[in-house]
């Protein structure tokens, strides 16, 4: 069998184009230009480089976009009052906190604090719930650009088993709710499986859709999987690698070379599920702006 690879940065494109359009549609029946705001804490090399991605979409795309950046001895006070500026600058549509937040920073506290309807990373516990419920919700960018891949090739979930490795709250546990919901995608059989799990590769073998996230360059090899899968790997790992210019190389949690010739379909490492965060972050604002889940 030989794999269809699934396009995450073309399709990431064509969703980017699409709000384009909306945008321009939006403000030319007067409506406000979308305004999405980062917050950036400390000088982490990955973050920079994700919400500089994301600011440049926003560009793209034709929204406003605010980056806010303090250095990683702010204290929690403080980025608290931060988070609630953004909460109550009415011209702000949605907002993130980009994470990881410094150890000294309770991370729930300040996701708690967020108002719900600018919540637009899906993280806080009033759209984590409504997302369970099948009710309208900012849903998390990665899951929700998952999803919409699945959706946008086509790819049967009915009935089927899939099997999630990995159960964080931004990735593996929302992927698990969204794909057992009663919805397309969705309807399958979802096992989820975490670091305590015994003999990982009897489950992944009799997935037929297979979703990694744990951050494990490589973990799933082609001897744990069966002919027809179809693999999202979420992974996205910074590895050493002397023959390019920057140093590293980035590497996802599937081995590529191994599973792929067994694989339906298969999500590249770059160039897979990271584009569709962005996309899926951007849609959310979208729908922050034109105020289309929280009224008001
Ligand atoms: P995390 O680090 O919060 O959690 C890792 C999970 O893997 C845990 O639930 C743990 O139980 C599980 N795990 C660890 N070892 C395991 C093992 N041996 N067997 C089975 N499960 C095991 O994970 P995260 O934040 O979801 O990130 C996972 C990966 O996805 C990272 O590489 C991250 O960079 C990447 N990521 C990519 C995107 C994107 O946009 N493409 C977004 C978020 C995260």
Known sequence: MSATLLQGKELSLQIQSEI???????????????????????????????????VKACEKVGFKSTLVRHDDTISEGDLLRVVDELNENDDIDGFIVQLPLPKHIDVNKVIEAIKPSKDVDGFHPINFGRMAG???????????????????YKIETTGKHTVVVGRSQIVGTPVSILLSRAAYPGDSTVTLCHRHTKDLASFTKSADILVVATGIPGMISGDMVKEGVVVIDVGITRVEDKSRKSGYSLKGDVDFDSVAPKASYITPVPGGVGPMTIASLLKNTFLAAEKAIYKG
Not at 20 to 44: Q, R
Not at 140 to 149: L, N, R, S, V
């Open 20 to 54: 384009a359009d909306k945008v321009k549609a939006l403000t030319a029946a007067g409506g406000k230009v979308p305004h999405l705001a980062a917050v950036l804490i400390g000088n982490n090399g990955a973050s920079e480089t994700y919400v500089d991605h994301k």
């Open 134 to 152: 099948n009710m309208p919700a900012y849903i998390p960018a990665t899951p929700d650009g998952i999803i919409e891949m699945l959706k946008r």
